[in-house]
């Protein structure tokens, strides 16, 4: 199982990382890896990736905007898709209802709907997730998650729901990413 550590913008989570004694010796052998947009680690199974994700929460809480987790690298688990996962309160199927792309652009992140293009050319289907635009040198991520964790407001773009997981307008937020 892989993680993916997204940094939040203005910070060298890799850097930050390896500059702590403590988190040194949270990572001594999962030897991390930068990504463009933050930080991958490579752990035997899901139950370590989420035992090694609790063990870096002070980390995540102050420099990390999301975790995604993936098998394969071709589809990325959300983390509490993930956790409902392990927790077998969830069973994945194809296609998944709650899909998101996420391209990676100049070290950030730009998030829209599966169905939408929200965030300019929609990429060509033989693109796989976690593949580079030949066109950009973007890459590009399916991501799924849970059913409230994100909605779609009318201009594509993800944004905050309320405790039922219904979508909030009252709220006017956006998630952090």
């Not at 199927?93 to 599966?114: L, T, V």
């Not at 033989?126 to 399916?142: C, K, N, R, V, Y």
Request: charged content about 25%.
């Amino acid at each position: 199982m892989k993680i993916l550590l997204i940094e939040r913008e203005g910070t060298d989570l890799y850097s930050t990382l390896y500059d702590s004694d403590t988190s040194r010796a949270m990572l001594r052998f999962y030897h991390p890896v930068r990504h463009p947009a933050g930080v991958e680690i490579l752990t035997a199974s899901l139950g370590s990736a989420l035992s090694l994700v609790s063990e870096l929460r002070w980390y995540i809480q102050r420099y990390v905007d999301e975790i995604l987790l993936t098998e394969d690298g071709s589809v990325y688990l959300t983390w509490d898709l993930a956790d409902c996962v392990y927790e077998r309160g969830v069973t994945l199927s194809q296609p998944w209802p709650h899909r998101f792309r996420y391209r990676i652009h100049g070290g950030k992140i730009y998030r829209s709907a599966w169905d939408l293009g929200a965030f300019g050319d929609v990429p060509r289907p033989e693109l796989g997730s976690g593949e580079a635009s030949p066109d950009t040198g973007d890459q590009i991520l399916e991501v799924w998650g849970t059913s409230g964790e994100y909605r779609e407001p009318d201009r594509g773009e993800p944004g905050m729901t309320d405790e039922t997981g219904d979508p909030n307008p009252e709220s006017g937020e956006t998630p952090p990413l």
